[in-house]
């Protein structure tokens, strides 16, 4: 009886008590204090770089590290708006990520300095991709068009129009990218309009939607959460990565 107390016990711990090695990590950008996540089941497993989605870096995000730690692979989480600041009022969501959608330079630094935090941990950057959802997805897109020589850019859900005055010339690694048909925050034309960019670039890249799915349709306990696209496009995200990385 005692051992299956405790059993039961382990089973009701929240997952990120659970996710074996991982641990929040303390780093500054410009003296102000931010807080990503790591985890690493072995000394140079390749590297998932996540972004977090426009409510900061949550359980969500540690879940989903504890999840691809599980099938080998080091997460370093990077935080974008602050130590301390995971906004739950969507007027907050809507100016942290709004500032960083108004200053890209910003936004950049602040995924550099993850890049570079990451890099002092020990994190494989040599044989990694990044991957993010919603806010984060259009993060990693971000990402690829500065150039920062990373073998894959994933996005979930993200935002996929390209800024006035930027294009993916620089961009080094593969883009993949899962929508979802019936998104209304991020219309089907942005989802075409960056295919024919990716081609007329030269960038290899994989576009898939899901009929029916609407933005966030990874995001469990919601309305809008999708299990067919979930799993769907988790199994495809998991295949890819055991085809690109090392």
Known sequence: MKKSLIILSLLLLPYTAM?????????????????GYYISPAAKAPLVFLVHDWDGLTDYEVKRAGMLADLGYAVFAVDLFGKGVRPTRIEDKK????????DRQMMRTRLMAGMN?????????????AMGYCFGGTAVL???????????????????????GQDYKAAKGFILVFH??????VPMSQFAALAEQLEA???PHEMTTYGGAPHAFTVWGTERY???????????????????LK
């Open 19 to 35: 996710a074996a090695d991982g641990r929040t990590v303390d780093y500054e950008i410009n003296g102000e204090p931010f807080e």
């Open 95 to 102: 100016r942290l990520t709004g500032e960083l959608y108004a």
């Open 117 to 129: 935090k990451a890099a002092d941990l020990g994190a494989n950057l040599s044989d990694a991709v």
């Open 142 to 164: 971000e990402l690829a068009r500065s150039g920062v020589n990373l073998k894959a850019f994933v996005t979930f859900h993200g935002g996929l129009a390209t800024p006035e």
């Open 180 to 185: 979802g048909s019936a998104d209304q925050s």
């Open 201 to 203: 670039t030269g960038i």
């Open 226 to 244: 999708r299990k067919d696209a979930d799993e769907k496009s988790w199994a495809r995200f998991t295949q890819f990565l055991g085809q690109t």
